[in-house]
């Protein structure tokens, strides 16, 4: 298995049984691949399983339930790490605004005519950043540890985050959450480059 | 014969427990602690037999083993000698440390310990929980009914963090009397030993008739979260209970099917305070509770007491969740929906002079007349009726939503809302309609109050009514003799409202019609007067013209204001009935149809487009074999629905002026007549029940290409059918919408394809008529213009129902 991630596929036309889903189940590496036919049940699975690493690939035209616009808004306020890709039939040539979803930090948009092809490569390099995002790896260290309560942060005015605490402000990416972050890479790269001061000797 | 087991019971008695029975057996009293043996010792003695002979042992050991708590002692009062047996068992117990000895004598008791089990098997527990309790509001109903049984003043729910599956947390807290450790241990984890059903009234002042009467108030739990603690502590003990209930470790311990073999915790620590109450707390909720949850519990909870039956000591329940700004703090469940209405009737029983009041309509109002009680029993029926501006008035009186308020007719047994309580479809058009109050207007009468008209609360007593009996899974009740009798009792009483509403709106046209009238004869004498002036000028007598023109001109003048005001008038009705119509309008521009179809094809195009690679790809792989060939086909069938959809489209699009208002009916009448031929030929009967008066702004192709779908399929339907083909349509308004309804008795559609009917792939013949576009391009259509398209249960015996919503544009800024 190549990694731990689900492809979660929100979209009211798709079937299970669709090529994409074959080729993504069979020919591909992700964990699992979930089909969400009503907007609201995929939202309420990822809110579910913050946990868990997911890609999303959410449609936008859902008639009488949320669109994708509400649901990558509500999503937001939750997370901010989760890469989501826009698959729908709209563009702009149907007039159709998309610059909340630019807003909400949609990552890719794809049509609804694109190839299977271009979707998992899209997918794939949702996979990849994933993995590069400074945030998301904070973020998985972050679950890695066994005692989510223990005191891993003391900010200056004297507030104390526990793995749990941090894990939330990464995730919303509020304030702290980018401090922390901007913290650990500065750190990294002053390590990093006296390491290799160290080794050149 | 003294029983040795006995003897060394009353041993570990008397050496572990001094004025308290030993701990290990985790009971307050002696009585308790003797409790724990009896099950499994009695040996055919009574309880009190046998209490009394465990006491006479530990007697002995007492006085034997100290001095603190005097035994059997002899006349000197030395302790009395120890009877031999005793001595022998003395002997080798008294070599065993405490904990020895307790391993020794724990096989004997049945503890109400630690550890408690479920009373029951899981067979039960699945039944009754997860079958019974259908939906999280019936949970929480469930639950706010114990609060009630138990006598509780005040019920509070607070839900936090809801969003989220970590921090998610319940609470529902109440002031009753609470639960003793023993109840929790032999009622509230015990099913079929429920106290409620021998003491059918609670305890005085509140002489509350008990309402959960099945007890399965408790296993509301499991539907909510995972994990629970329930507090609980009664006035008269020092010490609250602490039960925690893990329902994931049942889960895992399903195969073995040993359910109540599962450990619960209850812990019990001192607590001195004179409150009373439980606490049910539950955390990592299954689900998210929206905002609309919580308004839907709200509203579910607002209806279990009736607002007519006060109670006293009165019975609140409050609500708050801080996900949202509207319940950020505890806000009070009122029923205060009753006071907006605009027609309302009471009818009362008296049971002593076997009185039941009914009302009727008698020519120009409702009047109560007295009848003998019927056979389902003593009822008070309060209707309440709202018109438009009612609704608005109601609207901005409550900030409710109007139509979840404003639900039709419930039945109230002892004060207390009965089936169906918490209805979980957010769907109004969806709810059970369990008086089939809707279910009548499908037969086309237009002057039938819809249940989103009125309130209406039946109030029935147990006593009384016995043979109106809940159904198990309680969304309805049983069809018995009783319950038809009350339904047909209670719809005919709704009838005569009607009767009552129909002779007002009729009133006020007739008003009108006289004021015409009045204006007429105005006129008519004027006329006359012209024609007398007419003739004084003629024979040039001698009176003073002047005088009467000036007379003739005032009379003009009243004549010409009564004319004004009665054309005025005239003219306002009529504007209402078109400005309302205008108000219904919807236009749906071509363009947002077109982007409608661009959607479609786009989609359609990604379908063939992924099935043609994918082919293209896997052609040789060993893996797909089966699956190329069915991406063929649907490749082929996709293509054929794509050509049929743009030549459905460039049809009706050459023509711009098809987009205008038109009268529904002359256009239903229209599209009937062209098909007569086919009436004829296949001797089809057909009705058509049609409001006269409703104009809608759209493209009147399109409304037709819907009917004619309809049509088409019906035809098909009604082929194998030997006796009376029928089709039937009828029309009306119903709040913002015009509701179509479209029926036939032909050979209907089977439950499991109705929602597969819409689908562009499906098919049932492939030479259908009309555009071959069938149901797939009646919804999509209907959807363009927020509108819907639903099978019914149908009205006929056999054959389908649809039922279609053409929602009016309310705001007309809103595109």
Known sequence: MKNNTEIIIIDDVLKEDDPLIKVLRKKSEYKEIKLFSHSQDGLNYILMNLEKDFIVLLDIDFPGEKNGNQILYELRKENKLIPVIIWSAMDGSTGYDFTSFINNHALYYVKKDTSIKEIIFRIDAAYHYLQLDVASAINRWLLLQEDKKQILSVDSAGTKYSAEDLITEIRKQTSEGRKIEKEIIELTIDLLFREKVVMND | ?815
């Open chain 2, 1 to 815: 014969m003294l029983d040795i087991k006995l003897v060394e019971i009353g041993y570990f008695l008397s050496r572990c427990g001094i004025e308290q029975p030993p701990k290990k057996l985790n009971c307050s009293n002696w009585k308790d602690a003797y409790k724990c043996f009896y099950k499994k010792l009695h040996n055919g003695k009574t309880e009190k037999e046998f209490n009394n002979s465990l006491k006479n042992i530990r007697d002995h050991f007492d006085s034997y083993l100290r001095n603190s708590r005097r035994g059997w002692h002899d006349n000197n009062g030395n302790p009395d000698k120890l009877p031999e047996q005793y001595l022998f068992i003395l002997n080798y117990l008294e070599k065993l440390d405490d904990d020895s000895l307790w391993e020794y004598i724990k096989p004997y008791a049945i503890l109400s310990t630690n550890d408690l089990y479920w009373k029951f098997d899981l067979s039960t527990f699945r039944l009754l929980g997860r079958e019974l309790i259908t939906d999280r509001i019936t949970a929480l109903v469930e639950l706010v009914k114990n609060s009630y049984d138990a006598n509780a003043k005040n019920v509070y729910l607070e839900f936090s963090n809801t969003l989220s599956n970590k921090e998610s947390k319940l609470i529902i807290r109440d002031d009753g009397f609470g639960m003793s450790f023993n109840d929790i241990r032999d009622k509230w984890m015990t099913i079929g030993t429920d106290s409620k059903r021998i003491n059918k009234f609670t305890p005085k002042p509140f002489s509350r008739r008990v309402v959960g009467e099945k007890g399965i108030g408790r296993f509301a739990i499991d539907k909510l979260g995972l994990n629970c603690k329930i507090y609980s502590k009664i006035k008269s003990e020092k010490r609250l209970n602490l039960l925690s209930i893990n329902w994931q470790e049942y889960e895992t311990n399903v195969t073995t099917n040993e359910f109540n073999q599962v450990k619960n915790k209850l812990k019990s620590k001192f607590f001195d305070k004179r409150c009373s109450g439980v606490k049910i707390e539950i955390r990592h909720l299954h689900s998210i509770w929206t905002k609309e949850d919580i308004d839907r519990a709200y509203k579910e909870l607002s209806k279990l007491v009736s607002p007519f039956n006060q109670l006293y000591p009165p019975f609140n329940i409050f609500i708050s969740s801080s996900d949202y700004e509207n319940y950020k703090y505890l806000t009070l469940v009122k029923n205060d929906s009753i006071k907006y209405s605009t027609e309302s009737f009471e009818i009362k029983s008296d049971i002593e002079k076997n009185i039941q009041e009914i009302v009727v309509f008698d020519k120009d109002k409702l009047v109560k007349r007295n009848k003998e009680i019927f056979n389902f029993g003593p009822i008070k029926f309060n209707l309440y009726y709202f018109n438009q501006s009612a609704k608005s008035q109601f609207t901005k009186g409550t900030k409710l939503n109007i139509e979840q308020q404003i639900d039709g007719i419930k039945i109230y047994r002892d004060g207390v809302l009965t089936t169906p309580f918490a209805e979980n479809e957010s769907h109004q058009d969806k709810k059970r309609d369990v008086l089939g109050i809707d279910k009548r207007r499908y037969s086309g009468f237009f002057d039938r109050l819809s249940s989103r008209d009125i309130i209406g609360i039946v109030e029935i007593t147990k006593d009384f009514s016995p043979n109106i009996i809940d159904s198990t899974n309680r969304q309805n009740f049983l069809e018995t003799a009783d319950y038809n009798e009350l339904k047909d009792f209670i719809i005919s009483q709704v009838h005569e409202l009607e009767k009552y509403l129909k002779y007002k709106k009729k009133i006020s046209t007739d008003i009108l019609d006289d004021d015409l009238q009045e204006a007429k004869n105005n006129l008519e004498n004027f006329t006359g007067e012209i024609q007398g002036l007419k003739k004084d000028i003629e024979s040039k007598s001698n009176i003073n013209v002047e005088q009467k023109l000036k007379e003739l001109e005032k009379k003009a003048i009243d004549a010409s204001i009564a004319i004004k005001k009665g054309i005025k008038q005239h003219q306002q009705e009529r504007d209402e009935s078109e400005q309302k119509e205008k108000m219904f309008m919807s236009l749906m521009s071509l363009q947002t149809y077109a982007l409608e179809i661009t959607h479609i094809i786009k989609t359609s195009l990604g379908h063939i487009k992924r099935r043609a690679e994918f082919n293209h790809d896997y052609y040789d792989d060993s893996d797909f074999k089966e699956d190329i060939k069915v991406y063929n086909e649907e490749i082929i069938y996709e293509i054929d629905k794509l050509s049929k959809a743009i030549e459905f489209m460039s049809t009706y699009t050459r023509s711009e002026k098809n987009w205008q208002p038109f009268n529904i009916q002359d256009a239903i009448h229209g599209v009937f007549r062209s098909y007569q031929p086919i009436f004829a030929k296949n001797i089809i009967r057909t009705e058509i029940d049609i409001q006269n008066n409703i104009i809608i702004d759209y493209n009147i192709y399109l409304f037709e290409d819907i009917i004619k779908n309809l049509m088409n399929n019906s035809i098909k339907a009604l082929e194998k059918i030997k006796n009376d083909k029928l089709i039937k349509i009828t029309g009306y308004i119903e709040e913002d919408a015009l509701i179509l309804t479209f029926s036939d008795n032909g050979i209907g559609i089977p439950k499991k394809l109705k929602e597969k009917i819409y689908d562009i792939y499906y098919t049932t013949t492939s030479e259908d008529g009309g555009n071959g576009m069938g149901l797939y391009m009646v919804k999509t259509n209907l959807e363009a213009i927020k509108g819907s398209i639903e099978l019914i249960s149908s009205e006929l015996d056999m054959g389908a129902t649809f039922k279609i919503i053409f929602p009016f544009k309310k705001d007309k800024n809103e595109e």
